[in-house]
Nanobody, 124 residues
Framework: QIQLAESGGGSVQAGGSLRVSCAAS????????IAWFRQPPGEERWFVAA????????YYTSSVKGRFTISRDNAKNTVYLQMDSLKPEDTAVYYC?????????????????WGQGTQVTVSS
């Protein structure tokens, strides 16, 4: 079992950058694929990016490809989401999630553990 905690959210103007972090407790963190999801106000939770634990393959939703970068540091039990060229439509609560699976990583229902979320607000 692992616990996840996001940090690093905040407010930024359009075109700016933020890096959010997902710190995990638990000795088997390296054997979990980690994803970031986001939930805009009044909307569902949507997939943003994921990193597979076996080989580090990364996946992105099309709207953030080329702007966001997911990475992990297993020595620090942390996954990062670097967000550049931010747009107002990126405004949401960002959640990290963990699963031991390596397939279908964009599905919100496939994750066993979730963090509490961190707010990201992008103003125009």
């Amino acid at each position: 079992q692992i616990q996840l905690a996001e940090s690093g959210g905040g407010s930024v103007q359009a075109g700016g950058s933020l890096r959010v972090s997902c710190a995990a407790s638990g000795r088997t963190f390296s054997r979990y694929s980690i994803a970031w999801f986001r939930q805009p106000p009044g909307e569902e939770r949507w997939f943003v990016a994921a990193i597979k634990w076996t080989d580090g393959t990364t996946y992105y939703t099309s709207s953030v490809k080329g702007r966001f970068t997911i990475s992990r540091d297993n020595a620090k039990n942390t996954v990062y989401l670097q967000m550049d060229s931010l747009k107002p439509e990126d405004t949401a609560v960002y959640y990290c999630a963990a699963t031991p699976r390596t397939t279908n990583l964009s599905g919100v229902y496939g994750y066993d553990y979730w963090g509490q979320g961190t707010q990201v607000t992008v103003s125009s």
